[in-house]
């Protein structure tokens, strides 16, 4: 370096001087710091005000469905039991004879969950993975069946299954259901399939492999998180359902657990004790069979959620 340089003011560099990059300010730190933490907390308190907003009508029907009725009448509704009465839920049980309630609500909504994941994969593996012509249009289908309300449907469904002879039968209904719940499983498919590595189902192809071996050994075992996900949500939702098995159900002896609550409130008669024993004992293997698929259904959805 020059004498010029340096009566210039020019910094002479040492050995191994590297200048330090320069750190953000503390204040800016600390309030960012500070904002994240407002922010979470303000998300804890709207989740857990949600949530208690969602357990306050399964809390009152506890406390309701084990409440004698003068007491009810006494107290209302949010007090608690001084002791626990299980005679309306007795009642309830013995006069619906629930027993045969809970298995056609278990026949038809396990049997319309397997069928309509069954449909849903066999749907979906053809327009995902096959390829058919008018791929968009099909799928556009499917999206505006799963969408139309039952309301619309009940009159023909009423009239087919009448002339098939599958009117007032748990297998009119099976049907029906599957194939109408399948709409949206071959929609939610169809999705995940359409981006389905070709490499592999190629591959698969110069090995020998056919249609039915690429999906029994290849397709299946990795849509299985998928399909278990399906399986949960097709049997809550058929369990749930009340109007069609009310028109396609009239018999006391084919009706399901949701109809059978609906004989509890009539225009001018209502018990709120027997309605709210009802109501639990209603939901109580819905919520059962949800806490044992808890942990397939939440593996499902992390795994779609990573892919």
Do not use: C, H
């Amino acid at each position: 370096m020059t004498v010029d340089n340096l009566a210039r003011g020019a910094t002479v560099p040492t050995t191994g001087d590297v200048s330090p990059a320069p750190a953000a300010p503390l204040r800016t730190r600390g309030g960012s710091r500070t904002r994240r933490r407002v922010s979470g907390w303000i998300v804890l308190v709207v989740v857990s005000v949600a949530a208690l907003l969602m357990i306050f009508p399964f809390w009152i029907a506890l406390i309701n469905g084990f409440k004698p009725a003068a007491e009810y009448i006494q107290d209302g509704p949010v007090s608690l039991p001084s002791e626990l009465d299980f005679s309306a839920l007795v009642d309830f049980w013995r006069g619906v004879d629930f027993n045969r309630k809970l298995l056609n609500s278990v026949v038809i909504s396990g049997s319309v969950a397997l069928i309509a994941a069954v449909l849903s994969l066999l749907s979906a593996f053809a327009i995902g993975i096959g390829r058919i012509k008018g791929r968009m249009w099909i799928l556009a289908v499917f999206m505006v069946a799963f969408t139309i309300p039952q309301e619309a449907l009940v009159y023909p469904l009423f009239v087919l299954t009448r002339d098939l002879g599958l009117y007032d039968t748990l297998a009119g209904v099976i049907i029906i259901l599957a194939v109408l719940q399948s709409a949206f499983g071959t929609y939610m498919l169809s999705s995940v399939l359409g981006a389905f590595p070709q490499e592999v189902l190629e591959a698969a192809r110069l090995d020998g492999a056919s249609r039915r071996q690429i999906l029994g050994r290849i397709v299946f075992p990795l849509t299985r998180p998928t399909l278990s996900v399906l399986v949960t949500f097709f049997f809550i939702w058929t369990w749930n359902d009340f109007f069609l098995p009310l028109i396609l159900l009239p018999s006391a002896k084919n009706q399901t657990v949701s109809v059978s609550l609906g004989a509890l409130s009539g225009q001018y008669t209502s018990d709120p004790t027997a309605l709210a024993a009802a109501s639990l004992a209603g939901i109580l293997p819905a919520l059962v069979f949800f806490f044992i698929f808890q942990r397939t259904l939440m593996r499902g959805v992390n795994l779609g959620a990573v892919k």
